[in-house]
């Protein structure tokens, strides 16, 4: 997933994130693949940016594995190893990241 | 010594504060006034062009709620609310100040309100807008110890290099107290309300606050749950402990982890892009 300028969003895309008006009205729905037209709407509309699937523009900062991720983010809970609850709190935001690396796999072809 | 006498005899050592544009002072008078409406309020910060348009970015970060929806800044009054706007200000003064002082500090900031808001909403506390801006600037104090107390801020870090101590604990050994101590007394010399500088005073001990518990329990969580998903650079690179009183303060026990940290690094991901 990755927030994208207005002006850098291409058609073909795909929203990742609902966008919602002030009045709660939707603008653009999750997992629609944008337009041309759909994004000068967007323009006329005011919406600055949108959050869509894959990360299509690259930000020159080379990815890292899922593993490499897993494993800064476990040295982080080194000094207070062993304590039951930071141990759960470490373990779900393992699961998350594992998860998450999954859904970016699954969007590759929209890329 | 008291912590309050350590707290005086430090101030006594700081010859400048950090300086808030001239609309911070305003700000205060005009924000105290109960006839003063949402539009003046507006106005006096919309006079500072390059404050007005940081304050309008941040407002518009998806942790408060409307990213990208709002349009003016007394829009985001009548939205977010006085205390809000405040905090958002302060946090938009000092952040030249906060990336200056520390590599990764703003990042920390950022993620930590993101982490906030997260938290608060899934709980469905009140006023998550108010506890995002809390957390937004719960580490002002290490701004005023690395700008006015320099020569011990690199006694500090240096003792986080060579002994692999955490930046609060070295800065209890060098001066006496930390930096929430710190933040209690800038937060009051500026006037910010009590429902931000109480869990900014108290996010190592929110089980200590003498109100406003559930806040500074979740600005609490947000800094160690930032820190673990490794966004920004608080002073050293380890994971603070969550006590034990602010997870039972929270009644984390009947509340899903495993979804809420998905959801946390979901909303970390897309505020990671946000800049001025």
């Known amino acids: 997933m990755q927030r994208v300028p207005l002006d850098m969003l291409k058609p073909g895309m795909v929203c990742a994130k609902a966008v919602v008006n002030e009045k709660g009205m939707t603008l653009c729905a999750e997992g629609t693949e944008l337009s041309a037209a759909m994004i000068e709407r967007l323009k006329r509309m005011c919406v600055s940016s949108l959050v869509v699937k894959g ?5 020159g900062i080379p990815a890292k594995t899922k593993e490499e991720v897993l494993a800064e983010m476990q040295a982080r809970f080194m000094p207070i190893a062993g304590d039951p609850l930071m141990d759960r709190i470490k373990d779900a935001i393992g699961k998350a990241i594992l998860s998450a690396q999954t859904e970016e796999e699954e969007s590759a072809p929209h890329e | 010594m008291s912590k309050d006498q350590q ?45 007005g348009s940081k304050v309008l970015k941040l407002v518009n970060s998806p942790f408060y709620g409307f990213p990208g929806r709002i349009s003016s800044i007394s829009h985001a009054i009548i939205l977010l609310g006085f205390n809000v706007i405040k905090g958002v200000v302060i946090s938009a003064s000092v952040f030249d100040l906060m990336e200056r002082s520390m590599m990764g500090l703003w990042e920390h900031s950022l993620g930590c309100a993101v982490t906030a808001s997260t938290i608060a909403r899934s709980l469905k506390m009140p006023d998550p807008e108010e506890i995002s801006t809390a957390a937004l600037l719960h580490d002002i104090g290490k701004v005023l110890v690395k700008v006015s107390l320099s020569d011990d801020y690199d006694a500090i870090i240096s003792i986080v ?28 010399e500026w006037s910010l309300p009590d429902k931000l500088i109480t869990p900014i005073t108290f996010h190592h001990l929110p089980e200590e606050a003498p109100r406003l518990k559930e806040r500074a329990a979740v600005v609490h969580m947000a800094d160690s749950i930032t ?16 006590s034990r009183a602010a997870w039972s303060i929270l009644d984390m026990e009947n509340h899903d982890l495993d979804a809420l940290m998905r959801q946390v690094m979901i909303d970390l991901e897309e505020v990671s892009t946000f800049s001025f």
């Open chain 2, 227 to 242: 820190r673990a998903f490794g966004v920004g650079f608080g002073g050293d690179p380890w994971v603070p402990k969550i």
């Open chain 2, 7 to 51: 707290i005086k005899t430090l101030t006594k050592k700081i010859q400048s504060l950090p300086t808030l544009p001239h609309v911070v002072d305003k700000l205060t008078k005009v924000v105290e006034s109960p006839e003063s409406t949402a539009k003046e309020v507006g106005k006096l910060i919309a006079s500072d062009q390059v404050l």
């Open chain 1, 55 to 59: 990360t299509p523009i690259d930000m």
């Open chain 2, 161 to 188: 290099e060579k002994e692999k101590l955490a930046f609060r604990e070295a800065e209890v050994r060098v001066l006496g107290v930390d930096h929430a101590d710190i933040g209690n007394w800038l937060t009051n």
